[in-house]
């Protein structure tokens, strides 16, 4: 949203360094010739406009300490402002949502952007910037086993933090803090313990309320979401809430079944191969995945491949060679 400068002292005529006698004075003169009752037709609606705008220049010039601060801000109010972003991206201004307009009684966003607080009443002159912080949004990198074992993990987050010097108001007096430039904050670092709730998975979502970016001037932070990205593991590959183990059998087992230890989350299991088993069936260990989010578990599964042994004896080759025979004969 644009919010355009308002020149205060050129809606009322007055030169900028005009006493408050004569601001008083050129307002009066204005709000009278201005008067909506004066006028009828089109130029009613323009008279309401215009009177709108004195009434607004008048609400900052009269007030010593509005003024003040008006002229503080000048021309260059957006750049340096301290209602500007304290992440430094594109938003430009003020977020409505923070703010009854009801309670604005028609003054621009210039006002609002300068005055907002104050014209909802609130005691401090310089909560008037008071705008919600920044949603953040980040990684979470865990580990199968911490997502399997839930619990909480401790991260690293880099953050901003009140800036000590002005409490936040980005001001020092009529003047922008030096410490924090005006944006009211400084870098930081901060751990957050995180709790891994039970069944999130890969692409999950974690919000954590009011973790994200500072608000400015008293408004309230944004949220943290967290994105789950599962390590990868040796062991498993992860799909879902389901896990894949690859076992390696030698033709021999495959032909006639056997039974092979299997590595699951809960430790090594027992599983019985069936006779004829291909390369790339499937087994299925059921309950064996990751949490699901209210109760029970995913599954595992068990993909058979076939390989062929190393350094045989012997007395293997020769078993071969005969196997290689018995077929050669049934086939003939
Ligand atoms: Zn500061």
Request: proline share 5%; charged share 30%; hydrophobic share 30%.
């Amino acid at each position: 949203m644009a919010v355009s400068y308002q020149d205060y002292y050129e809606i009322l005529g007055v030169p900028r360094d005009a006493s408050a006698k004569d601001i008083k004075a050129a307002y009066r003169q204005l709000a009278r010739k201005w008067h909506p009752d004066l006028h009828t037709g089109k130029k009613k609606a323009e008279a309401e406009e215009k009177l709108k705008r004195i009434n607004e220049a008048y609400e900052v010039l009269k007030d010593s300490e509005k003024r003040a601060k008006y002229d503080q801000l000048g021309k260059n109010w957006q750049q340096t402002g301290p209602g500007f972003s304290s992440y430094g991206d594109g938003v430009q201004f003020y977020q409505s949502d923070s703010i009854n307009p009801e309670d604005l009684g028609g003054f621009s966003d210039f006002f609002n952007s300068i005055f907002g607080g104050q014209a909802r009443g609130h005691s401090s002159p310089f909560t008037d910037y008071a705008r919600p912080g920044q949603d953040v949004e980040t990684n979470l990198e865990l580990s199968l086993e911490e997502l399997f074992r839930g619990g909480s993990k401790s991260i690293r987050l880099s953050s901003r933090q009140i800036c000590p010097e002005c409490q936040g108001q980005g001001t020092q007096g009529h003047s922008f803090c030096s410490r924090c430039g005006g944006t009211g904050s400084l870098p930081d670092e901060k751990t957050l313990d995180v709790k891994i709730p039970v069944g999130v998975h890969e692409g999950s979502t974690i919000r954590l309320k009011g973790q994200g970016g500072l608000g400015l001037g008293g408004g309230r932070p944004g949220d943290l979401y967290l994105k789950v990205v599962l390590l990868p593991h040796p062991k498993f590959k992860v799909k879902g809430h389901d896990l894949e183990a690859k076992i390696t059998l030698r033709p021999e087992q495959a032909v006639l079944g056997d039974k092979v230890i299997v590595p699951t989350m809960d430790g090594s299991v027992t599983v019985t191969i069936p006779p004829d088993s291909r390369h790339g069936s499937r087994l299925r260990l059921k309950d064996k995945g990751l949490p699901l989010k209210k109760s029970g578990r995913g599954h595992q599964y068990v993909v058979i491949e076939i390989d062929i042994p190393r350094d045989l004896t012997e007395e293997e080759t020769a078993l071969y060679r005969k196997l290689k025979e018995a077929r050669e004969s049934r086939d003939k």
